[in-house]
């Protein structure tokens, strides 16, 4: 038995499961509910690899918690992130 491409995997436990639970679709457009967590990257696969910690928390359309993480390099390889969350 194979493996599921992320695409695959990301439609069932995003649109397949509210389709088993009965719930309608939604979409990310203007009039959809939008309880979303967004999280930077230039693709699914992308984000899925990297589990990028930058990330914007929307409830009801609004922004309820912003996640920015900032990586710095210093001396030796050493590096210190800082995280900033509002």
Same mark, same amino acid.
Request: aromatic fraction near 2%; include cysteine.
């Given at each position: 038995?194979?493996?599921?491409?992320?695409?695959?995997?990301?439609?069932?436990?995003?649109? %397949?499961?509210?389709?088993?639970?009965?719930?309608?679709?939604?979409?990310?457009?203007?009039?959809?509910?939008?309880?979303?967590?967004?999280?930077?990257?230039?693709?699914?696969?992308?984000?899925?690899?990297?589990?990028?910690?930058?990330?914007?928390?929307?409830?009801?359309?609004?922004?309820?918690?912003?996640?920015?993480?900032?990586?710095? %390099?210093?001396?030796? %390889?050493?590096?210190?992130?800082?995280?900033?969350?509002?």
């Amino acid at each position: 038995c194979g493996q599921l491409e992320p695409e695959e995997a990301y439609e069932l436990v995003s649109t %397949g499961a509210r389709r088993v639970m009965g719930l309608p679709e939604v979409a990310v457009e203007a009039g959809s509910p939008a309880d979303l967590v967004a999280v930077r990257g230039s693709s699914l696969r992308e984000v899925l690899a990297t589990a990028a910690e930058d990330r914007i928390v929307f409830r009801r359309g609004r922004v309820v918690s912003r996640t920015e993480v900032v990586t710095k %390099g210093s001396g030796a %390889g050493r590096v210190e992130k800082e995280v900033a969350s509002r």
